[in-house]
């Protein structure tokens, strides 16, 4: 993390130093002892006359956290409105700051001590390093407490908001292996069976007055379902046109604008924001005599509700959320799959008989019975968990649910088909590994399908074109285990302090 202040500034100032005259910029370079323009060197004394202030210049990047702690015991005040999302602690006098995507460019701040002009720092916002984020996934690290983490859920039979325990059971030990401290985890909730457009501004709510750490911002880990809902909220945060299919999704803009500059960065598991095709089946438009036959006993059985049907692929992708436009915050991707042909060579009944009267194996979709018949009997074209398939839980842009490499493809090619096919905007791919779905949500402590050759657990990073190689050291962990893992790190070194003597080289 850079900072300003103390000796670590005059290491730092040998990068960019500015001097401000009037309207005048001149550009300088540092030497040990002081600045220097030409043959004049420039001491404190002149950074603090009348005729100026000292202008010191540091590149940001988005997402980073930054602080700066200022010396001495006067009051510290700022010339210039502090940008959106940053804070200055008067009690610490440190000034914090996470910039983000829309916050790009330069920001002059200028600084009073007791009331006084003392000096100015230009800030420079960078894009955010895309190279990095498709290889490193998400960019930095925070420690406990730093930042909050809020959990969003997906298609349910009920109102989870009505009975606590089942969105605790929903969630298993997610929230609690993520952010050890309840202070830091809030899980929202909503009725699951309804549309996500219905029940967006009450979660949009639940964000608002959720806990979001030091730095006051939050992680937003979502499930299934859960991914298409945040989606929705931030891209429809600007004034609606004339072409836009449902006008009023656009009437809670400002308060999903508010959402979005609260959100650091979503890791979307499993995601069903480009729909899925299981939904399709239940609507009825997944195209073979099998799928038609269970997508009517699914309608029967009452799995026709609002959620299934904001679902259908070509409508989510679309309507719901459409791909083309830009989030504004990144999606890091988790997709859980399997590649195993599970019981579609003994063909409809086969899978019917299988499923009903003989048992699971446990490496068949971890002995999800519900998710092995549904996938058994339909035999989609191209890959899926039973629930979200491949490309939708890639990120990919298409609406197209039988996009893919095929039920029957190696896992070299549904994992080089995740990596390499065109990501919507802002989505990357974090890591794949075949979770199945049931295990997405399940501590590695709770897990023992994972073992199967034909069946591993094993989290594959991007780390060069082309191809996704696995963490070894990962092998059988939940995604949960390795979101941990990923996000927490110490805690961060004590803010160097800011003063205009410091800023002066001396």
């Known amino acids: 993390m850079k900072v300003l202040g103390g000796a670590g500034v005059k290491r730092q100032i040998n990068h960019f130093c500015m001097i401000f005259f009037g309207v005048s910029v001149l550009l ?46 006067e009051t510290v005040s700022f010339q210039d409105a502090l940008p959106a999302g940053a804070f200055y602690d008067s009690d610490t006098r440190t000034l914090y ?6 916050q790009r460019g330069d920001y002059n701040l200028g600084v009073k001590e007791g009331g006084v002009d003392k000096f100015r720092i230009a800030f420079h916002v960078l894009a955010l390093d895309d190279y990095k984020l498709r290889y490193g996934g998400p960019p930095f690290h925070y420690q406990d407490g730093d930042v909050g983490y809020i959990f969003v859920h997906g298609v349910q039979d009920t109102d989870l908001c009505i ?11 997610t929230p609690q292996t993520i952010a050890p401290d309840s202070n830091d985890r809030s899980l929202a909730c909503y009725d ?15 964000i608002m007055d959720a806990k979001c750490g030091f730095y006051k911002k939050c992680i937003i880990i979502t499930h299934s379902m859960g991914g298409l809902l945040m989606e929705h909220m931030f891209l429809h945060i600007r004034p ?63 799995a026709n509700m609002d959620s299934t049907n904001n679902l259908m692929v070509a409508y989510a992708s679309r309507v719901v959320a459409p791909m083309t436009e830009d989030p504004g915050v990144p999606f890091f991707m988790v997709p859980g799959f399997t590649t195993k042909t599970l ?99 399940r501590p590695a402590a709770e897990v023992s399908e994972c073992f199967s050759q034909e069946n591993p657990c094993v989290p594959r990073f991007p780390a060069s074109l082309g191809n996704l190689f696995p963490d070894d050291t990962m092998k059988s962990w939940a995604a949960i285990d390795v979101i941990r893992n990923k996000i927490a790190m110490p805690r961060m070194p004590a803010a160097p302090v800011i003063s205009k003597g410091s800023l002066a080289g001396n």
Request: net charge negative; with cysteine.
């Open 192 to 206: 699951g069976r309804k549309a996500v457009a219905a029940v967006a501004e009450s979660v949009a709510h639940q």
């Open 240 to 302: 609606p046109v004339a072409i836009d299919p449902v006008q009023s999704w656009f009437d809670q803009r400002e308060l999903y604008k508010a959402v979005r500059e609260k959100t650091l960065f979503v890791i979307s598991l499993a995601s069903a924001a480009g729909g899925s095709k299981t939904a399709d089946l239940v609507n009825g438009n997944a195209g073979t005599v099998s799928q038609d036959v269970i997508g009517a006993l699914s309608r029967w059985m009452g």
């Open 343 to 441: 019981y579609e060579a003994r063909g409809f009944f086969g899978s019917i008989w299988d499923t009903l009267i003989n048992s699971v194996p446990d490496t068949v979709f971890n002995g999800d019975g519900d998710l092995t018949f549904v996938d058994g009997v339909t035999e989609f074209p191209s890959r899926s968990d039973g629930v979200v398939d491949l490309r939708s839980s890639c990120g990919i842009a298409s609406d197209d649910y039988n996009n893919g490499v095929g039920d029957k493809a190696s896992l070299d090619d549904n994992l080089h088909y995740c990596w390499g096919a065109p990501k919507k905007a802002n989505h990357y791919l974090w890591f794949a590994v075949n979770l199945n779905h049931s295990l997405i949500t």
């Open 163 to 173: 009975d606590r325990s089942k969105l605790e059971q929903y969630w298993g030990g």
């Open 28 to 73: 300088f370079q540092n030497c040990t002892g002081g600045f220097h323009l030409g043959s004049d060197e420039l001491t404190d004394s002149t950074a603090a006359s009348s005729s100026g202030v000292l202008l010191y210049e540091q590149s940001l990047s988005e997402l980073q956290p930054y602080s700066y702690k200022f010396s001495g015991s």
């Open 97 to 102: 700051w996470i910039p983000t995507k829309g």
